[in-house]
């Protein structure tokens, strides 16, 4: 069983940067595509940014990009994702996300549906 535990969240005023981490046990950390999805209140979990096993590919939602960067360290079985440029409606609960298969899906279909273990989120809150 993989076990996913996210860490770095916390309250930042508007246009600062936060460094969310997730690390893993359990699992073939090395092999697995990693994701970061968010959850704002009433709102559906949204995909953020993933990248595949080697750390040689990488996506990212529209909304993110130039600003968010994902990065995978196998040696430490973490994945992380810097946030820079932070606006008050990027507060939301954030999920780190295994995908068990090495490679991500197309660009543009990523969605929660194809990972398969999730962390239980760590909450940004982004002040104006």
């Known amino acids: 069983q993989v076990q996913l535990v996210e860490s770095g969240g916390g309250l930042v005023q508007a246009g600062g940067s936060l460094r969310l981490s997730c690390g893993a046990s359990?699992?073939?950390?090395?092999?697995?595509?990693m994701g970061w999805f968010r959850q704002a209140p009433g709102k559906d979990r949204d995909f953020v940014a993933a990248?595949?096993?080697?750390?040689?590919?990488?996506y990212y939602a529209d909304s993110v990009k130039g600003r968010f960067t994902i990065s995978k360290d196998n040696a430490k079985n973490t994945v992380y994702l810097q946030m820079n440029g932070l606006n008050p409606e990027e507060t939301a609960n954030y999920y780190c996300a295994a995908r068990v298969s090495s490679q991500l899906p197309p660009p543009g279909t990523m969605n929660e549906d194809q990972f398969d273990y999730w962390g239980q989120g760590t909450q940004v809150t982004v002040s104006s």
């Open positions: 990248i595949n096993w080697s750390g040689g590919t990488s």
């Open positions: 359990g699992g073939s950390f090395r092999y697995y595509a």
